[in-house]
């Protein structure tokens, strides 16, 4: 199958070893992976800020761009974006009178699945330890981002995932249907409510007993790993409790096992601020490589 990969804005900019370990379990299972040039923001943050006017040529660009595309699906780490290209991109095009735009966005929109439920229910994987040879020797929780659980129903698709990768020791998080308070522009808006959310889901974190955090969303990661790291949240080692995205466990093997230490940091290349792997340039460490080796 040939899969087209979506990274999204922050995967691209901050995260690109997620993109990076999405493409190492799509092309370990024997699937060709394409980067279609062109590709920028979903228009997530426009819509959900009201600007529909300024989200309009965002959502031209992204369906022109997976319109010319040669795929069969496209795949991104990312629920909240995936949600925003079904439940927003039609939305904001007929709301400026384009209804072939619309249809077009809903036939992108048709064959785009987030990475999980890509996994589950197109691949047919539900055992990662047997079928991707996923390894991750650490103790680990869940937190379930809002779009994934509310608007793509993705239930426990993620979590099972993770579960079932050897050598992990999977942790309850108490209370994770509640919002960790990022909500995009939410967090800048209302900071003293999203900081008081945070704290909440620190405290659950710690409740777990786990050393990591994971889930399907980097900007929800980035956000509690952010709080955990002012409050320099430690696990009982002394080591900071970091967070993580689900794919970078999958991707984890005996043989290349991802090894966590260090602070959390975003794996944005020191000498190209801004721009993540995908600009070009593979072989430039990024700050993540130089603590998660």
Known sequence: ????????????????????????????????VVFPPGQACCSQMHVNSGYLDDALPVVRNHVKT??????????????SCVASIGHQQPMVAR?????GLARDAEEVAGRTYELAQLLTDVLGVTDAAAQLDSWFPHTVTYHPSCHG?????LGDRQKDLVRSVSGLQ????????ECCGFGGTFSMKNAEV??????????????SGADLVTGGDA?????IGGAMSRRGIVTSTGKPVRTLHFAEILASTRENPLEVDGPVELSIPGDRPGCGSLCGDADVPTATEETIR
Do not use: N
């Not at 709301?95 to 209804?99: L, Q, Y």
């Open 95 to 99: 709301t400026a009178g384009d209804e």
């Open 170 to 177: 999977y942790r309850e998080l108490p209370y994770a249907d």
């Open 149 to 153: 659980m509310r608007l793509l129903r």
């Open 66 to 79: 997976f319109t010319q595309a040669d795929y069969d699906v496209a795949v991104a780490p990312s629920g």
């Open 219 to 223: 900007s929800c990661l980035m956000h």
């Open 1 to 32: 199958m040939k899969i087209a990969l979506f990274a999204t804005c922050i995967v691209d900019a901050m995260y690109p070893r997620v993109a990076k370990a999405t493409v190492d379990i799509l092309e370990r299972l024997g699937h060709e």
């Open 194 to 207: 999203s900081g008081a959310m945070a704290e909440e889901k620190i405290e659950h974190v710690l409740a």
